[in-house]
């Protein structure tokens, strides 16, 4: 079962706060948003990613498909990582 997926980049994508970001803390996705309440976290906490870095990534017209290929990589990248 993959730690990131699509659901996690919809998730980040429809966050208003420009610079939250995905990260993975104890082996778990979530989406946390920007300032200094994200360097209050636990320390092993890993950003994967930020909401500006996925715009970036995608085109303004991204599909379902781009998206999941994203998670994907994110998701082989973390595990190469040993996440």
């Known amino acids: 079962m993959p730690t990131i ?8 994508l429809a966050s208003t706060d420009r610079g939250a970001a995905l ?9 946390v948003p920007a300032g200094p309440g994200r360097g209050e976290g ?16 995608l085109d303004t017209g991204a599909n ?13 990248a973390l595990d190469s990582l040993g996440g």
């Open 5 to 12: 997926t699509a659901e996690h980049l919809h998730t980040l």
């Open 42 to 57: 636990p320390e092993d906490a890993m950003v994967i990613t930020t909401r500006d870095a996925v715009i970036a990534e």
């Open 23 to 31: 990260v993975v803390v104890e082996g778990r996705a979530a989406v």
């Open 64 to 76: 379902e498909e781009q998206i999941e290929a994203l998670a994907q990589r994110l998701d082989t």
